[in-house]
């Protein structure tokens, strides 16, 4: 069945950097759009980065534009989260998704269990 598990999440001081990484599994991988997604305390889930599944078209929000980038490597079964100039209200629980098909703009159907991220001082 469809896999994904996210990892490097953890303890950043404000202005720190923290890379996280989603393996997938069960699925061909290099088919399918990724995006990733936060959980703030406080606030409902919301869209932090996705990737087509040739590279081609990436998307930020606000909050993580010019601070994250998205990669992915479909040789690894992997996508990435680079997150810089981390800020306290980047504290969250941080899940990556599984798009329907290969365009960010399609909906998602599998995620996984998410990386903790607490940026504190």
């Known amino acids: 069945q469809v896999q994904l598990v996210e990892s490097g999440g953890g303890l950043a001081q404000p202005g720190g950097s923290l890379r996280l990484s989603c393996v997938g599994s069960?699925?061909?991988?290099?088919?399918?759009?990724k995006t990733w997604a936060r959980q703030v305390p406080g606030k409902g889930l919301e869209w932090v980065s996705g990737?087509?599944?040739?590279?081609?078209?990436?998307y930020y929000t606000g909050a993580a534009k010019g601070r994250f980038t998205i990669s992915r490597d479909n040789a690894k079964n992997t996508v990435y989260l680079e997150m810089n100039s981390l800020k306290p209200e980047d504290t969250g629980l941080y899940y990556c998704?599984?798009?329907?098909?290969?365009?960010?703009?399609?909906?998602?159907?599998?995620w996984g269990q998410g990386t903790l991220v607490t940026v504190s001082s």
């Open positions: 998704a599984k798009h329907l098909t290969n365009s960010i703009a399609s909906g998602m159907d599998s």
């Open positions: 069960g699925f061909t991988f290099g088919n399918y759009a």
């Open positions: 990737i087509s599944s040739d590279v081609r078209v990436t």
